[in-house]
RNA sequence: UGCGGGGUGGAGCAGUUGGUAGCUCGUUGGGCUCAUAACCCAAAGGUCGUCAGUUCGAGUCUGGCCCCCGCUACCA
């Protein structure tokens, strides 16, 4: 492949209904921060683009469960993201967001020109419409009666009651949400992308990286997951998506006669980071569709792998049919960060925060950058824990780096006052392989970087200070300087280009410290062609102080950041759930609630969850499947009496016929216990 | 369940086209003292999830099975 005049890449558009935590950053911002930290060093016209994805339905629910409005969430998510990533320094030239005017327009010009050249489908159905709001109503909208378990409480997606998926027509005496009046049926239209007449060449684009009969890029330089995942994808036949929504919130529909209709979200929120270059070049003087248009320009999109088939075949449909557009180059979506042995879970706030980390952590972004760099799921899902964070923080960063540069200091300023000495005689060959080494390492990291592989890149940049620290160890300076001065002045003055080198090597990845090491160095940073042309820092060049790089992490910060979590599951369990709404004893007395004893039990097959129970009701003997396989083995239910609701209607699970359902108590973290009698139990004793 | 990814010394990970199993951390022993109790050297530790197959030879290819993760389905 040849070298891209110019490079564009993006970070997948955070959420804004929730704060930022470290799988978010090891996930798809702080790779794609090092990769073009690194195309900068080298000189390279990148743009670094992203903003906060500010439309969708859950941010309009969130609101209308938080009494505020869409626009009130998302400002507050916005600024506390964008924040965040600033002190963090990811090094965005444009973080902007899809609620703008801008990206309005930008969404707007690209589904209308997909619409006048016929890119979509147009579907016509029956939909309810609220004729008080005004409006049709998304599914999440309207809740009924459910034809299944008779609950009112169905929406009309699902019914949370049975688990059932629905379709709104299906709702008994169906109501809006919004305004409680009876919604009627409506025709209306939705835009489709029939991504089924796209299935050829974007096998070909994913499969041999082939587009438009030319080689696109190389397949064997995406990974194996993300390939994986997009040909399962395509294999399994793709099917058309709406690419139209009704909701208010959202960007309009730039058709005629679309009233009350949005562009749905995951369109959207991609044509943002077309939109948000024009932002940028707008504001620098630049055009953005040299970024976009342009086949010298090369498409990176750094996500997580939970929006692998967004970015590798949707959007690239999109981009294609509107003609204009280049595809991505490549898409090198990392996996998943657990935390301390459980997956990190915005809704049960096992997270480490991104900004509560600034709080707590003032001044040490490195520190962090460095263990996420470190164990970033690159090819399948890591762990972060406190105390490897410690570990890696103490262990390499400070003793390995830190103390080398300190080393080198110490020895400067005593043995030539700080200022760098006549350099002559013939290097050893101790010098000369450090040399080789450091070259070698600083070498390796670009080439990492380039094929996306950074926590190898970050290990060959910690190979100069290795070097580094070697050399002074063979070599012996403190007793060198008594016998030859003159190998000692060069031997530190090798060690002192390293130190600088490393600071180059090291910048994409420990922006913060790399900078106060140049700046106790006293020189001007070194861009990366500038190390690999070997620049040395001259005779008579004075350095100055080195402040300490690396505080070592205590076990008492480790302790406390564990301390926080614990803390917020003991939270997590304390909530529970509101009481529901009134209902009369009639409706309770309806309820045919008994104790049954369970003669057999087996796992249903083929099911992770499902146990087959054949229970005594006192009155007959049946089945009932049972949702409970995860926390009880058949051996341990069988013989046991439990609580069970007898008279509800039976319902076919996996092919098996289910009559009634035993009744758990479950715990905030999803753990079902049985229920039983205090006292001795009989079978098909009743429950008032 | 279907699909995808993964299972390598105590921990975290590399292993390109098949040919003596590597790295970082940790552990043990030694060296050094300029340095943030840091640094350097050495050693111990793995039959590469499992079974079978292809091959002169497999962590690396083929097939079956087990386990973990993601999306997906079933928790009335």
Not at 257 to 272: H, S
């Amino acid at each position: 492949m040849s070298e891209p005049k110019r490079y564009l890449v993006t970070s997948a558009l955070p959420y804004a209904n929730g704060p930022l935590h470290i799988g978010h950053i090891g996930g798809a911002y702080l790779n794609a921060d090092i990769y073009v930290r690194y195309l900068r060093s080298k000189g390279k016209d990148v743009a670094f683009i992203c903003g906060s994805d500010e439309h969708g339905a859950a941010i309009t629910l969130r609101a209308k469960k938080e009494g505020k409005t869409p626009r009130e969430i998302v400002d507050y998510y916005h600024e506390l993201m964008k924040n965040a990533f600033a002190d963090f320094g990811i090094s965005f030239d444009e973080y902007h967001r899809t609620s703008s005017d801008e990206h309005r327009e930008m969404s707007q010009a690209v589904f209308k020109k997909l619409e006048e050249k016929g890119s979509f489908e147009v579907e016509t159905s029956q939909q309810y419409y609220d004729e008080e709001a005004k409006q049709f109503l998304a599914d999440r909208y309207i809740t009924g009666t459910c034809p299944n378990c008779s609950s009112d409480k169905a929406y009309g997606d699902q019914c949370e009651k049975c688990g059932r998926s629905l379709s709104p027509l299906e709702l008994i005496d169906p109501k809006s949400t919004l305004s409680g009046s009876k919604p009627v049926l409506k025709e209306t239209s939705h835009w489709y992308l029939p991504m089924a007449h796209h299935e050829s060449w974007i096998r070909d684009y994913i499969g041999k990286g082939e587009y438009q009969g030319k080689t696109h890029h190389d397949p064997k330089e995406w990974k194996a997951h993300v390939v994986g995942q997009c040909m399962s994808w395509v294999d399994g036949g793709l099917q058309s998506r709406a690419m139209t929504r009704d909701l208010e919130w959202g960007v309009p529909v730039p058709v005629a006669g679309a009233d009350g209709k949005v562009l749905y979200v995951w369109l959207d929120a991609p044509i943002g980071y077309i939109t948000n270059t024009k932002v940028w070049a707008d504001k620098n003087g630049k055009n953005w569709e040299d970024y976009w248009k342009s086949d010298e320009s090369r498409l990176i999109h750094f996500i997580g792998k939970d929006n692998i088939v967004f970015h590798c075949i949707i959007f690239p449909i999109i981009l294609k049919e509107h003609g204009d557009f280049i595809l991505p180059y490549n898409v090198p979506a990392n996996e998943f960060m657990n935390l301390e042995g459980d997956k990190i879970s915005t809704s049960r706030n096992w997270a480490v925060w991104l900004h509560e980390y600034l709080e707590d952590f003032k001044g040490r972004q490195d520190e962090m950058r460095y263990v996420l760099c470190s164990i970033m799921p690159e090819q399948k899902d890591s762990e972060f824990t406190w105390t490897d964070f410690r570990d890696r923080v103490n262990n390499e960063l400070a003793d390995i780096l830190g103390n080398y540069v300190n080393r080198v200091f110490v020895l400067m300023h005593k043995y030539y006052g700080g200022t760098v000495p006549e350099i002559n005689g013939t290097p050893s060959e101790a010098e000369q392989s450090a040399a080789t080494e450091s070259r070698r390492a600083y070498e390796s990291v670009g080439k990492a970087i380039e094929q996306f592989k950074f926590r190898e890149a970050l290990s060959e940049a910690m190979n100069i200070a290795r070097a580094g620290n070697k050399l002074l160890t063979e070599t012996e300076p403190w007793k060198l300087m008594k016998t030859d001065p003159q190998a000692t002045a060069r031997i530190l003055h090798a060690c002192l280009n390293m130190v600088a080198d490393a600071a180059a090597a090291l910048s994409p990845f420990l922006p913060f410290t790399s900078g106060k090491i140049v700046e106790a160095l006293q020189i001007k940073a070194r861009t990366w062609d500038e190390v690999t042309m070997n620049e040395q820092i001259a005779t008579g060049h004075t350095i100055g102080q080195l402040p300490i790089l690396f505080e070592k992490i205590t076990d008492e910060t480790v302790a406390a950041q564990v301390e926080k979590l614990a803390q917020r599951q003991a939270e997590n369990t304390a909530t529970v759930e509101p009481i529901k709404d009134t209902i009369d004893f009639e409706t309770f007395q309806k309820l045919d609630l008994r104790v049954v004893k369970v003669l057999a039990a087996e796992a249903v097959p083929k099911t992770k969850k499902l146990l087959k129970l054949t229970i005594d009701t006192g009155v007959d003997k049946r089945t009932v499947v049972s949702g409970i396989a995860e926390h009880y083995s058949p051996e341990d239910v069988v013989g046991k009496h439990v609580l069970f609701l007898a008279n509800l209607a039976p319902r076919a699970i996996k092919g098996v016929e289910s009559a009634g359902m035993i009744l758990m108590a479950e715990n905030p973290q999803g753990q079902l216990s049985i229920l039983s009698t205090e006292r001795e139990a009989i079978t098909g004793s009743t429950v008032k």
